[in-house]
């Protein structure tokens, strides 16, 4: 018996229905990157793919008509003085290396650039103090940027040698019997030879108790992890200086990177006033004496601002449902949800300093500072979350901005492409040739840079996140308000030099145990 022509269409309607929620259900798993997150360049399709608006549109409304008195400007990009500090690494004994060494030292290294970098100098570091000779240190995968970068792929590994020759015996590679001592053999089981408990910033008595032991027996021992585990402090004088050593001046970046550096540094600085704007030569007439006092000077702006640090802040950057569905979503996969800050309100954590500064608000603050509209920026980052219409607001603000790719060709920047740790290699380069430096939030790079300015006594602004945070959380403040709280609340907070204190990292704070009153 024929069905009616209702029943028909009913049945043919559910199935539609069905296939239609199994694609639904099934198109995620096929093409993922159209509900992830937002990426660190580029929104999806199906997530935060809306900008948020300005936040702080009063403020930004006269931020982007002011006139920064010349004044403010002169002093703002008047260099630093003399402070009666300078560099201070050279034993007053000449050094030299024992006759014979204790055995070989593995270190593998996680983490980025700069956090491997002070993995490097702290590995030198526990090889004087065992009287052991260093394996170049192995560099390990980074599981966010996926960069397979090697030591001498990023730094000048002739170079490091050669400057700690007196001081400590560097290997490029194991010799044959000790060639099984590999990544790959610490990773498949339970090794005598692999020194896995280390706690974080071991004395040297821990290394020589538990280090030296294990390197006399077989003749090698390999510590993984070593990020962060070797004090700063009660460590002799020698060692300081060692550490500092190798950071200042041995851990030089390959000639390749250097060269991609010293181009964009130089087109930067490009003293004819020359810009390029869609192809187009425009030559700007500078007829302000403050104007040509200021010609070739450059500000970086290292916008730490990437996926990462959004989501691990748990703070609200304005993006709606969305953006806060796939921050937790990207918290959960990431890091089980364990984030100490989520268990905070947006409004705490903003009124403790504790939120990364958005391109917006580091602008606000810039402008406050004393740039304007003709500042040769130049941008120090990775992928920014949210991608250019993130950074919309900046670039409006500051229409100089460059970063490596409007600077350099693809061809220029072809051997760094895609590889994260090379790309924050040559951004550090920049950053550290710059007339003034400044980090959006504290990080590894921004820590990096601090301590390395501070030793050549080079200018460099911290944001007061404890005074930001508030400032931006009163939505009813005035520029001239704002202006004044920001001006005040950074002027011993740009460049002038701040000893260590005890537990704080010597490759931030490299006075006084690696610099001396002059």
């Known amino acids: 018996m024929r069905q009616p022509y209702n029943y028909n269409h009913q049945v043919h309607q559910s199935q539609r229905s069905a296939f239609a929620a199994l694609f639904l259900v099934l198109l995620p798993i096929f093409f993922p990157n159209l509900f992830a997150p937002l990426g660190r360049a580029s929104p999806s399709l199906f997530s935060e793919w809306n900008a948020p608006k300005p936040r702080h549109l009063s403020l930004l409304e006269v931020a982007l008509h002011w006139k920064t008195p010349i004044k403010q400007q002169f002093d703002l990009w008047s260099p630093l003085p003399n402070q009666g500090w300078k560099p201070c690494i050279d034993s007053a004994d ?150 500092c050593k190798v950071n200042f001046e041995a851990l030089a970046f390959v000639p390749r990177i250097r060269l991609i550096g010293e181009t964009l540094v130089n087109r930067l600085r490009d003293p004819s006033g020359k810009l390029q704007a869609s192809g187009t030569e425009v030559l700007r007439e500078r007829t302000d004496d403050t104007e040509k006092e200021r010609a070739g000077k450059f500000v970086v702006l290292h916008l730490r601002f990437d996926k990462d640090m959004a989501a691990h802040s748990a703070c609200d950057f304005g993006g709606g449902k969305a953006e806060k569905l796939a921050l937790a979503k990207y918290r959960q996969v990431l890091w089980q949800g364990r984030v100490l800050n989520s268990q905070f309100t947006d409004h705490e954590l903003r009124n403790q300093g504790r939120c990364p500064l958005t391109p917006e608000e580091i602008g606000l603050l810039l402008t406050a500072l004393g740039f304007n509209n003709n500042t040769h920026l130049y941008l120090a980052s990775h992928k920014v979350y949210g991608g250019e219409a993130r950074i919309s607001t900046l670039r409006t603000m500051f229409p100089l901005m460059e970063d490596k790719k409007s600077l350099a060709s693809a061809n220029e920047l072809a051997e760094v492409e895609g590889k994260a740790s090379l790309m924050a290699a040559v951004d550090y380069y920049v950053s550290l040739k710059s007339d003034i430096f400044i980090s959006a939030s504290p990080g590894n790079m921004h820590n990096a840079l601090l301590g390395h300015r501070a030793y050549l006594n080079l200018k460099t602004i911290r944001p007061n996140m404890l005074l930001l945070g508030p400032l931006f959380l009163n939505k009813t403040i005035e520029w001239s308000e704002f202006q004044h709280a920001v001006i005040n609340g950074h002027k011993n907070r740009q460049g002038q030099t701040r000893l260590r204190k005890e537990k704080q990292s010597i490759y931030t704070y490299p006075a006084p145990d690696c610099m001396c009153r002059a």
Request: net charge negative.
């Open 94 to 243: 000449t050094p030299s290396l024992p006759e014979r060494s204790q055995g070989y030292i593995q270190v593998f290294l996680d983490g980025g650039l700069n956090q491997q970098r002070m993995g490097i100098c702290d590995a030198v570091a526990v090889a004087k103090i065992l009287n052991a000779t260093l394996v170049i240190p192995h560099l390990e995968v980074n599981p966010v940027w996926q960069d397979s970068s090697s030591f001498t792929n990023i730094f000048d590994v002739d170079h490091f040698i050669n400057v700690l020759q007196d001081e400590v015996s560097i290997v490029k590679e194991l010799p044959r019997e000790y060639s099984w001592s590999s990544r790959e053999y610490y990773a498949t089981g339970i090794r005598a030879t692999r020194i896995k408990t280390a706690p974080i910033h071991a004395s040297a008595d821990w290394y020589l108790e538990n280090v030296l032991p294990v390197m006399r027996s077989y003749g090698i021992a390999a510590i993984s992890p070593f990020s962060h585990r070797l004090a700063f402090d009660k460590l002799p004088v020698e060692i300081q200086h060692l550490r």
